[in-house]
């Protein structure tokens, strides 16, 4: 059963718009959520998280939304550049435990293309 | 990426060979993990440690083993690889301060 659950496996976007990239899961008991990027033949890398008491959460061009309630986040990418051309994670966690570990269940991931 | 790496990048293998990955970190930190990479999948993890000698089953630990010896590596082994265990591996390390560092990843093809 996929807990995290990321419909759309590509998108493609002009240079200078917005990228929205979307996720959702089904596990009540995630309380934090992460999205990572990932370039070929590297290893994914954070981009920016969430937490679930927030709504918001604001870094430079990248912005993550989340609706508890639809149980649904978003990632929203402005002004969409090249270089952004990667494969996005959502990833959610059960809770942190202080102690430097918190099992991440990834989605499917979503190939974003961004055209000049 | 700096405080991790894995060895070796590349591996192809026979069908029924043993064979094992090696991650290693200079974060210090307690916990790393195993991870896999497949179209379709995702990233779905393999086995995790919480410490020396300390180490758990993730969601796909059929027919993979791990080992912590040493705070700085952790052995993932292929008992007898399978073409379904083709695939691109990820070690990772998390800590309370950076949260989670992924490795480059180990690209393995079973022949």
Known sequence: DQQVKQNSPSLSVQEGRISILNCDYTNSMFDYFLWYKKYPAEGPTFLISISSIKDKNEDGRFTVFLNKSAKHLSLHIVPSQPGDSAVYFCAASGGYSGAGSYQLTFGKGTKLSVIP | DAGITQSPR???????TPVTLRCHQTENHRYMYWYRQDPGHGLRLIHYSYGV???????????????????????????????????????????????????????????
């Open chain 2, 53 to 111: 000698k300390d180490t758990d089953k993730g969601e796909v630990s059929d027919g993979y083993s791990v080992s912590r010896s040493k705070t700085e590596d952790f052995l993932l082994t292929l008992e007898s690889a399978t073409s379904s265990q083709t695939s691109v591996y990820f070690c990772a390390i998390s800590s309370p301060v950076d949260g989670y560092t992924f490795g480059s990843g180990t690209r393995l093809t079973v022949v």
């Open chain 2, 10 to 16: 590349h591996k192809v293998t026979e069908t029924g």
